[in-house]
């Protein structure tokens, strides 16, 4: 079982900045891709960025290239997104992910974070 903890969403205006951090545990959270996706209302689950624990090798998604920064602390086994630059339409319920492999689609995530809402006003 792995368990998933998101924090530091909240309000923030166009341009500002948000730091969400995902707190994980579990036996076997080594050997899995951790990752964020998000989703706006009426939308579809969306892939935003991914992070292996041992190499730190990262992947985003074309829209957030330039802006978020996925990272990550072994020792306190917390995921990081730094969103820099935020528009409205980055509104939307963000969360962490526990996937096999370099698949980075809803579909192969094992495990599921609640979710925490990032709304960025105009």
């Known amino acids: 079982q792995v368990q998933l903890v998101e924090s530091g969403g909240g309000l923030v205006q166009a341009g500002g900045s948000l730091r969400l951090s995902c707190a994980a545990s579990?036996?076997?959270?080594?050997?899995?891709?951790m990752g964020w996706f998000r989703q706006a209302p009426g939308k579809e689950r969306e892939f935003v960025a991914a992070?292996?624990?041992?190499?730190?090798?990262?992947y985003a998604t074309d829209s957030v290239k330039g802006r978020f920064t996925i990272s990550r602390d072994n020792a306190k086994d917390t995921v990081y997104l730094q969103m820099n630059s935020l528009k409205p339409e980055d509104t939307a319920v963000y969360y962490c992910?526990?996937?096999?492999?370099?698949?980075?689609?809803?579909?192969?995530?094992?495990?599921w974070g609640q979710g925490t809402q990032v709304t960025v006003s105009s």
């Open positions: 579990g036996r076997t959270l080594s050997t899995y891709v």
């Open positions: 992070i292996t624990w041992s190499g730190g090798s990262t």
């Open positions: 992910a526990a996937m096999r492999f370099w698949v980075v689609v809803a579909a192969n995530v094992d495990y």
